[in-house]
């Protein structure tokens, strides 16, 4: 049954970003969620999990190398809602990205407590961390990508 998991957290995030982000944003961020949120997290899986060894997926449904397929179709909603409520300030957007760091941590404890992971050389602190570094790059990508498009308007 732990099968279903992975399309069920994609269907949630999925849904979640649909009632969050009013569809011309979907649009408008389509090119970020695939780059931050597919790419983003594919790069990091294949560098980790197969390559690296650090943490592994126990029995995914639907994986290559032993990554989850779903999860890079998930992280394509989660950065569509994180580019949605992506505050303007300096300081706000310090603060959400580790807020958003701190989420990642939770999701991957529930993956560990659950049995859908397993972290032979990780722990969650290195998650919160790495979680606040892909979101930084997801800002970073934002700034490239959606400010430039809002200046070209």
Request: glycine letters at 8%; zero cysteines; hydrophobic letters at 60%.
């Amino acid at each position: 049954m732990r099968w279903l998991f992975w399309p069920a957290f994609a269907a949630i995030l999925w849904l979640a970003a649909y009632y969050m982000v009013p569809r011309e944003n979907i649009r408008r961020f389509w090119t970020l969620g695939l780059i931050g949120g597919a790419g983003l997290t594919l790069l990091i899986q294949v560098i980790a999990v197969p390559l690296l060894g650090l943490w592994r997926f126990i029995n995914p449904f639907f994986s290559i190398a032993g990554i989850p397929l779903f999860l890079p179709v998930a992280y394509i909603a989660e950065v569509l809602i994180f580019a949605q409520y992506l505050p303007p300030g300096t300081g706000e957007r310090a603060l959400y990205v580790v807020g958003f760091g701190g989420l990642n941590m939770a999701v991957e404890w529930f993956f560990l407590r659950y049995g859908l992971m397993a972290h032979p050389d990780w722990n969650l602190l290195y998650t919160f961390f790495l979680g606040i570094v892909a979101h930084l790059a997801v800002v970073y990508l934002y700034t490239l990508l959606v400010s430039r498009e809002a200046k070209t308007v």
